[in-house]
């Protein structure tokens, strides 16, 4: 029986990859120029925090480029991520109607997560935040972290992300992934090779699949 719904962010419950490469995009620019990195580079660094991502090209910590990119990242989330993808908020609805507590595992700081709680309204919704760190992410363990707080076994808990590496992590958890292939961004055939029968195209074939299952 499922008794708590992890959800990654990025690509998952908002179409906000390309918003955040092009905050980054900005950031960079700025502050090396002509040496800023290519975007695929950047994409290869999702694994991170911002504050990773920025230390791994810059080559230093540098404070000032982390405040730059939260204040963009406030600054354009309207213009560039104005809500959710569609049927999200019905499929978060659906899980919370039915007392199955929701909650958030990111590779993301508290600061930008927070950021688009607050800009995109979804406050009370989410019963746990689990944040990225400034070294690559691990989700498996985050995962394990809330099994333990929830006193869950891993038959209890789905996770619900776009990432290949999302599938990687769970798996290693030992916890089932529904991969969510409804952005623009989603690797459709490696997320089959490693994820299949699992790998949703809309989010009303996750509703329905959360229906039957």
């Not at 580079?41 to 660094?45: G, K, L, P, R, V």
């Given at each position: 029986?499922?008794k708590?719904?992890?959800?990654?962010?990025?690509?998952?419950?908002?179409d906000s990859?390309?918003?955040?490469?092009?905050?980054?995009?900005?950031?960079?620019?700025?502050?090396?120029?002509d040496?800023?990195?290519?975007?695929e580079?950047?994409?290869?660094?999702f694994?991170?925090?911002?504050p990773?991502?920025?230390?791994?090209?810059?080559?230093?910590?540098?404070?000032?480029?982390?405040?730059?990119?939260?204040r963009?990242?406030?600054?354009?989330?309207?213009?560039?991520?104005p809500?959710?993808?569609?049927?999200?908020?019905?499929?978060?609805?659906?899980?919370?109607?039915?007392?199955?507590?929701v909650?958030?595992?990111?590779?993301?700081?508290?600061?930008?997560?927070?950021?688009?709680?607050?800009?995109?309204?979804l406050?009370g919704?989410?019963?746990?935040?689990?944040?990225?760190?400034?070294?690559?992410?691990?989700?498996?363990?985050?995962?394990?972290?809330?099994?333990?707080?929830?006193?869950?076994?891993?038959?209890e808990?789905?996770y619900v992300?776009?990432?290949?590496?999302?599938?990687?992590?769970c798996?290693?958890?030992?916890?089932?992934?529904?991969s969510?292939?409804?952005?623009?961004?989603?690797?459709?055939?490696?997320?089959?090779?490693?994820?299949?029968?699992?790998?949703?195209?809309?989010v009303?074939?996750?509703?329905?699949?959360l229906?039957?299952?």
């Open positions: 029986m499922i708590h719904v992890a959800f990654d962010f990025d690509g998952t419950l908002a990859v390309d918003f955040c490469l092009y905050v980054f995009d900005a950031v960079f620019k700025k502050y090396m120029g040496q800023a990195p290519e975007r580079a950047i994409y290869q660094c694994g991170m925090n911002e990773g991502v920025i230390r791994n090209f810059v080559g230093s910590n540098l404070p000032e480029a982390e405040e730059e990119f939260y963009l990242h406030r600054q354009w989330h309207l213009q560039m991520c809500d959710l993808f569609p049927g999200c908020r019905k499929l978060l609805d659906y899980l919370r109607e039915r007392n199955i507590p909650s958030i595992v990111t590779g993301r700081s508290e600061t930008t997560c927070q950021i688009s709680v607050e800009v995109l309204q406050q919704i989410f019963t746990d935040f689990q944040y990225g760190a400034a070294q690559r992410n691990d989700k498996s363990a985050q995962l394990q972290l809330l099994m333990d707080k929830y006193d869950l076994s891993a038959d808990i789905l992300g776009d990432a290949v590496s999302d599938a990687e992590a798996h290693a958890a030992g916890v089932k992934c529904l969510a292939a409804w952005a623009k961004s989603a690797r459709i055939a490696e997320l089959e090779k490693i994820n299949p029968g699992l790998v949703f195209r809309t009303e074939a996750m509703i329905d699949y229906q039957t299952h």
